[in-house]
């Protein structure tokens, strides 16, 4: 009769596995704030981005209207013939107006008054003027946007 050597239990003890989780927790305790921080920023950049795209739209109208949309036309102007605009061209973006990056409408205001023809910007996460951080306002006008 052939024995066979005995094999030792396979798989792994308990404390091994505390131990790799304890790591695991310890990097994602290193790793997360990190990371949550970077999603803070994306934010505000996709604002101004967006920002700029609407602006070469509103560009683009400009050239072929003679004129900015009136406050009241808003940014719908760049997506529907806002009355009889024979030299309307548009549309102008292909997908709509987007909503900011928090689920909002960019504000857009014809005059300017902030020094340039037309003001738009985003009221950032806080939904209200002013504000630092990620609740800061995104705006045309300022060349800090991020």
């Known amino acids: 009769m052939v024995t066979r050597p005995r094999r030792h239990d396979e798989g792994f003890t308990l404390i091994e596995l505390m131990v790799v989780l304890f ?27 967006q920002i ?3 602006a070469n739209a509103l560009d683009l109208f ?15 102007a760049l997506v529907k013939n806002p009355g009889t605009l024979p030299q ?5 973006l292909d ?7 928090w689920g909002r409408d960019y504000v857009y205001r ?7 023809a037309y003001d738009l910007y985003s009221l950032g996460a806080d939904g209200a003027e002013g504000g ?10 300022q060349s800090d946007s991020p």
């Open 23 to 49: 790591i695991l927790a310890l990097l994602a305790a290193l790793v997360g704030p990190k990371f949550i921080g970077q999603v803070g920023k994306a934010k505000p950049k996709a604002a101004a981005v």
């Open 52 to 54: 700029q795209m609407l």
């Open 62 to 76: 400009y050239l072929d209207v003679g004129r900015y949309p009136t406050t009241e036309e808003g940014l719908q």
């Open 88 to 92: 309307w061209a548009g549309p102008y």
């Open 95 to 101: 997908k709509g107006v987007p909503k900011d990056p």
């Open 110 to 116: 014809f005059p300017g008054s902030h020094g340039h």
């Open 132 to 141: 630092e951080g990620e609740n800061r306002d995104i705006t045309n006008w």
